[in-house]
C-alpha cells in the first residue's frame, strides 16, 4: 500500500510570469493535465492509500493559478471521493491572479496557500518579473492582502540573492509590517532550467548564517512570532523529536504527477532535469504504468542505489547528516552529475546555515541570560 508523506500534482507547467531563476524546463507549455491523468491519480494513488495517511498534497510547478479555475472546481470533485480525510490540499503560487473566486475556491476545498514573495519590493522585483519585463511585487502584495483580509494567513518562500544578506533588519521589517508569520528561505539554485546561480564563485554561507541569525535575533527582541521553517525543523530535531527522514533520498515518500501524467519520486524538481542517463528520472506515466510495476523496476532500483550511495558517504562525512539525512540528489546531480556525491553548495546554504544560525541564536540567548543572571547575583 502507498503511503507518501508528499503528493505533488502539476496542473499545468506554463507560468504567467518569468522569473531570473527559474528551474523550469517547460514554462512555456500551456497543456492542462486531462480528466483521464486526474482519474488515474484518483484510482491509482489515492484509492491505495491507507486510511490513516496524511500526505501533504500540492498544487505545484508552473504556476497553477495559470490553469482555470473551472479546471480546479473539476479536479476537486474528481479527486475529493478518494482522498483519505488527513490528506490536505496546498497550492504553492506567486499570487498575482489570486482574487475572489479563487479565494473562494480555497476556502471550500479548505485548501493552504503558499506565496513565492523576494521580500521587500525593491528585491522581489529585480527578479521576479512579467513576462514583459514588468515587476510583479505590487500584484503578489494585492494577493497576499486579499488572502489575509478573507482570514488566510499564507506561507511566504523568498529565494535569496547575495545582494539580500546585508539587509536583514529590512527583510524582518518587511515581514513584520505586512503581517507575515510563517516563511521559508530558498537560495538562487543551479538546477533544471537554472544554469547558474548567483551564489557561484564566493562562500556566501557565513553571510547566510548572519542574515539568519539577524532575523532571530530581531524577532526575539521585538517579540514577533516569526516562524522560519528551515530553523524550526532542525530546532525540533535538535529538541528531541524523531527524524522521521529525509523524504528527497526515499523512494516514493515524495510522489510527483506532472501535467503529461509523468512520474518521478526522490527530489520533486527532478521532473525538470534533462539527464538522458536517467531517462530524465521519469519513472513512467500515471495513465499507461501501474505504480506497483513502478516500484519494482529495474531502472528505479538503480536510481535508488546511486542515491543511497550518496547518503552513505554523507553519514560518514558531514557533522550535518543527523539533521540533514542525506542532502538533496537532484542537486548533487545539477552540481556535480553525480547522484552518489556528498556535500553541495544547496546544502552549504540552506541546512548547514539554518543550523549554524539557530546553534548561534540560542548560544547568544544563553550568554545573555548568563549575563543578566550574574548581574542579579551581584545585586
Given amino acids: 500500500m502507498w503511503n507518501p508523506r508528499l503528493i505533488i500534482l502539476q496542473p499545468t507547467a506554463y507560468c504567467n510570469i518569468s522569473c531570473t531563476y527559474c528551474y523550469l524546463s517547460h514554462r512555456n507549455d500551456r497543456t492542462l493535465m486531462s480528466a483521464e491523468i486526474l482519474e488515474a491519480i484518483r484510482e491509482k494513488v489515492f484509492a491505495r492509500l491507507p486510511p490513516d495517511a496524511a500526505a501533504g498534497i ?112 529590512e527583510f524582518f521589517e518587511f515581514y513584520r509590517d505586512n503581517g507575515i508569520k510563517d516563511v521559508s528561505f530558498s537560495v538562487d539554485e543551479l538546477e533544471g532550467a537554472n544554469k547558474s546561480s548567483s551564489f557561484d564563485g564566493c562562500d556566501y554561507k557565513p553571510e547566510i548564517v548572519r542574515f539568519l541569525l539577524s532575523i532571530l535575533t530581531l524577532a526575539y527582541r521585538s517579540g514577533y512570532a516569526l516562524y522560519i521553517r528551515e530553523v524550526e525543523r532542525i530546532a525540533s530535531i535538535l529538541g528531541g523529536a524523531p527524524f522521521v527522514g529525509n523524504e528527497l533520498n526515499e523512494p516514493w515518500a515524495a510522489l510527483v504527477i506532472g501535467a503529461n501524467g509523468n512520474v518521478s519520486t526522490f527530489s520533486p524538481e527532478f521532473m525538470e532535469v534533462r539527464a538522458p542517463e536517467y531517462k530524465n528520472f521519469v519513472f513512467g506515466n500515471i495513465l499507461t504504468d ?22 552513505d558517504a554523507c553519514r560518514v562525512s558531514c557533522r550535518y547528516f543527523g539533521v540533514c539525512g542525506g542532502g538533496s540528489p537532484v542537486n548533487k546531480y545539477c552540481e556535480s552529475r553525480n547522484l552518489a556525491s556528498t556535500e553541495t553548495e544547496f546544502c552549504r546554504l540552506t541546512i548547514q546555515a539554518s543550523t549554524d544560525a539557530l546553534i548561534g541564536f540560542l548560544a547568544n540567548q544563553s550568554s545573555n541570560a548568563d549575563s543578566f543572571a550574574s548581574a542579579t547575583v551581584g545585586a
Fill in 58 to 169: 500540492v498544487w505545484h510547478a508552473g504556476e497553477p493559478t495559470a490553469a482555470p479555475i473551472q479546471w480546479f472546481e473539476r479536479a476537486y470533485a474528481c479527486l475529493e471521493p478518494k482522498r483519505p480525510a488527513n490528506c490536505n490540499f496546498a497550492m504553492q503560487s506567486n499570487g498575482i491572479a489570486i482574487d475572489a473566486r479563487w479565494i473562494d475556491l480555497f476556502r471550500r476545498t479548505r485548501t493552504e496557500i503558499s506565496l513565492s514573495i523576494d521580500g521587500p519590493e525593491r528585491f522581489h522585483d529585480a527578479r521576479r518579473l512579467t513576462r514583459s519585463g514588468k515587476p510583479t511585487w505590487r500584484l503578489a502584495m494585492r494577493g497576499l492582502k486579499r488572502l489575509q483580509d478573507a482570514g488566510f494567513e499564507p506561507r511566504v518562500i523568498t529565494v535569496l540573492h547575495p545582494d539580500c544578506l546585508r539587509c536583514a533588519q
Fill in 290 to 311: 501501474d505504480l506497483e510495476v513502478i516500484k519494482r523496476s529495474s531502472f528505479l532500483n538503480r536510481v535508488e542505489k546511486e542515491i543511497l550511495k550518496g547518503v
